[in-house]
């Protein structure tokens, strides 16, 4: 990137919900100018549709056909979708959904060749969206199936959800499974693969140099020995053993309604989570609107606010833009973040003796020669 500051694409998300409203309100403040340049995938029509039916205050969106025409340090916006989409805010539709695909379509493409640094989603509804380019059940399945990791093989492109904010970082071992259905999906192998990601993603990308992990429980008070359950004892605490054995800090596994209860939360880098709701409910209900939801194990940076489209309130002006913000902020942070770590652990041994390097070949054994055979 030739641009002084990151440039952080947003997409509008569905176009029936929240997304403006927040995206609108989070560039009132000028200042978020001055740290980055924001490009938005989106509609100028619809931007312009919900800050006048808001009353929102001006904001001055520069329209582009392209991320890489961004004036930098600026407001941006990219019209995605036609002039025809018809907004009817609170409403569930074809239309929108077609729109928010459109956006995230766009955005990803120019993540992947380098027109943009990181990327922030806003809500979408995950029903309407359902089209024969998106057949996933969110952004993160899809995120997934579309960025791959050619340039970085060592990253096998995984990816792993992550809700974090100052207090605490979530991850899930499953993400949109049936309730029904965990047990049989959990197996000691998939929690040991997403501790070693949550391990190294908390090393890269949040720069904790040696990370503790709390494992939750999948049964009320962590099976009782059996009593309530037996996954416990068959799959996780081998997982986390077998995890120790690779020199990862994980401890556990803890039932969930004490560890957050109690506030021992607090005293680790990281929480693996069963699943969905076990991890997500209690973080939502302790973080407020400065949750954010990270896709980790990518090889590009992406975020999005810990809320859903708020259908209820679309259009009434009473969507707090903090998560969206939070995950401006966050996104910069992480690619920051990862910069630093692949500098560091760069080829650390070279650097450390650049001396012995340079003699290296001067030193090395000449083959014989025949007459010295």
């Given at each position: 990137m030739n641009n002084n500051k990151i440039k952080v694409g947003i997409t509008?998300?569905?176009?029936?919900?929240?997304?403006?409203?927040?995206?609108?309100?989070?560039?009132?403040?000028?200042?978020?100018?001055?740290?980055?340049?924001?490009?938005?995938?989106?509609?100028?029509?619809a931007a312009s549709f919900y800050r006048k039916a808001m009353e929102l205050p001006q904001v001055n969106l520069n329209k582009v056909d392209s991320a890489s025409?961004?004036?930098d340090g600026a407001f941006n916006i990219v019209n995605v979708v036609g002039e025809d989409l018809?907004?009817?805010?609170?409403?569930?539709?074809?239309?929108?959904?077609a729109a928010a695909f459109a956006a995230l379509e766009?955005?990803?493409?120019?993540?992947?060749?380098?027109?943009?640094?990181?990327?922030?989603?806003?809500?979408?509804?995950k029903h309407s969206i359902q089209s024969p380019g998106?057949?996933?059940?969110?952004?993160?399945?899809?995120?997934?199936?579309?960025?791959?990791?050619?340039?970085?093989?060592?990253?096998?492109?995984?990816?792993?959800m992550i809700l974090c904010n100052e207090h605490m970082r979530v991850a899930l071992a499953t993400v949109h499974t049936p309730v029904s259905k965990?047990?049989?999906?959990l197996t000691k192998e998939l929690i040991v693969d997403r501790l070693t990601r949550l391990d190294r993603s908390l090393r890269r990308d949040f720069g904790v140099q040696n990370p503790r992990i709390a494992v939750l429980s999948l049964n009320p008070h962590?099976?009782?020995?059996?009593?309530?359950?037996?996954?416990?004892?068959?799959?996780?605490?081998?997982?986390?053993?077998?995890?120790?054995?690779?020199?990862?800090?994980?401890?556990?596994?803890?039932?969930?309604?004490?560890?957050?209860?109690?506030?021992n939360f607090k005293t680790f880098d990281g929480i693996l989570a069963m699943y969905h709701d076990q991890g997500l409910t209690p973080f939502k209900a302790?973080?407020?609107?400065?949750?954010?939801?990270?896709?980790?194990?990518?090889?590009?940076?992406?975020?999005?606010?810990?809320?859903?489209?708020?259908?209820?309130?679309?259009?009434?002006?009473?969507?707090?833009?903090?998560?969206?913000?939070?995950?401006?902020?966050?996104?910069?942070?992480?690619?920051?973040?990862?910069?630093?770590?692949?500098?560091a652990y760069r080829r650390p041994l070279r650097r450390q003796h650049p001396e012995k390097e340079k003699k290296a070949p001067e030193t090395r054994a000449e083959t014989p020669k025949e007459e010295d055979k």
């Open positions: 509008h998300g569905d176009t029936n919900g929240i997304g403006y409203e927040v995206i609108l309100k989070m560039l009132e403040d000028t200042r978020l100018a001055d740290l980055c340049t924001v490009v938005v995938y989106g509609s100028a029509k025409e961004a004036r018809k907004i009817e805010p609170g409403q569930e539709s074809e239309a929108a959904g766009a955005a990803v493409t120019d993540l992947r060749e380098g027109a943009i640094d990181v990327l922030v989603t806003a809500p979408i509804d998106f057949n996933f059940p969110g952004h993160t399945e899809y995120l997934e199936a579309s960025l791959t990791n050619a340039e970085t093989p060592e990253q096998d492109s995984k990816a792993l965990v047990p049989e999906a962590a099976g009782e020995k059996g009593l309530i359950g037996s996954e416990e004892n068959d799959i996780i605490a081998p997982a986390l053993e077998q995890a120790r054995d690779s020199r990862i800090l994980a401890f556990g596994p803890y039932p969930s309604d004490g560890f957050f209860g109690s506030g302790l973080s407020m609107d400065s949750g954010v939801n990270f896709t980790a194990g990518l090889p590009f940076v992406r975020t999005s606010p810990d809320h859903g489209t708020g259908y209820d309130i679309a259009g009434k002006g009473l969507a707090s833009p903090a998560s969206l913000r939070e995950a401006v902020y966050a996104a910069i942070d992480i690619y920051r973040n990862r910069q630093n770590y692949d500098e």
